[in-house]
């Protein structure tokens, strides 16, 4: 099975980093092409965060890009950048289209977490730092960086969690289209994270209706 709109290659041929931690990054992971269809579909979501694709259904050639993202050819080349464990773990997937002022704190992934894949999808970008993501030395400073990543359409960054992955961006309002892909240790650990999701779901529906 050959991936329909997204490039492998890219992963393929990135240069990996260790320092601080392994990481990699590319640009034009998304064919030409299937760009435009790609946004025309992208999920009416309304309100900022992240949030599963298990919970959703996806039309037209978004529908295409989420199949490529849940393939076995992915999964085979990611594994083959940031360890082989990824073949036998656990697949989350989360989908944003707003960013918050809250959100992009420096942090580390939790420790359920063995593989991260980010993919970006903002056809226009000001240049504004504000909303790239940046791979940091450290947990306090966002000037103590290494790379910037900035979340153009196309752009992807994929990283080995551990105890000094520390990432995040300066705060930033507005539309942020990205998808993140996770790889977690098992089903039960997946299984813990949808739960807390639709938890915290829920109670965000509450304190709206107070």
């Not at 064919?31 to 025309?40: C, G, L, R, T």
């Not at 979340?151 to 000094?164: A, L, Q, S, V, W």
């Amino acid at each position: 099975m050959s991936c329909e709109v997204i490039d492998l290659d890219v992963i393929r041929n990135a240069e990996t980093h260790n320092q601080p931690y392994l990481y990699f990054s590319g640009v034009n992971f998304l064919k030409p092409e299937a760009i435009p269809a790609i946004q025309e579909s992208y999920p009416d979501l309304r309100k900022a965060g992240w949030h599963p694709a298990f919970d959703m259904r996806f039309r037209g050639a978004f529908a295409s890009l989420m199949a490529d993202l849940q393939s076995q050819e992915l999964r085979e080349a990611l594994a083959d950048k940031l360890g082989g464990e990824l073949k036998s773990t656990a697949e989350f997937i989360t989908i944003r289209k707003f960013s918050a002022a809250h959100e992009g704190a420096i942090h580390i992934d939790g420790k359920a977490k063995v593989g991260n894949f980010l993919l970006y999808l903002n056809d226009v970008w000001d240049g504004s730092h504000d909303g790239c993501l940046r791979v940091l030395r450290g947990a306090k400073d966002f000037e103590d960086y290494v790379v910037e990543i900035p979340p153009t359409t196309g752009t992807i960054f994929g990283f080995k969690p551990d105890e000094n992955s520390w990432h995040g961006h300066l705060p930033f309002v507005g539309e942020r289209r990205a998808i993140q892909v996770s790889w977690l240790r098992d089903e039960a650990d997946l299984d813990r994270k949808l739960r807390r999701h639709r938890w915290q779901n829920a109670l965000k529906k509450v304190f709206e209706a107070a």
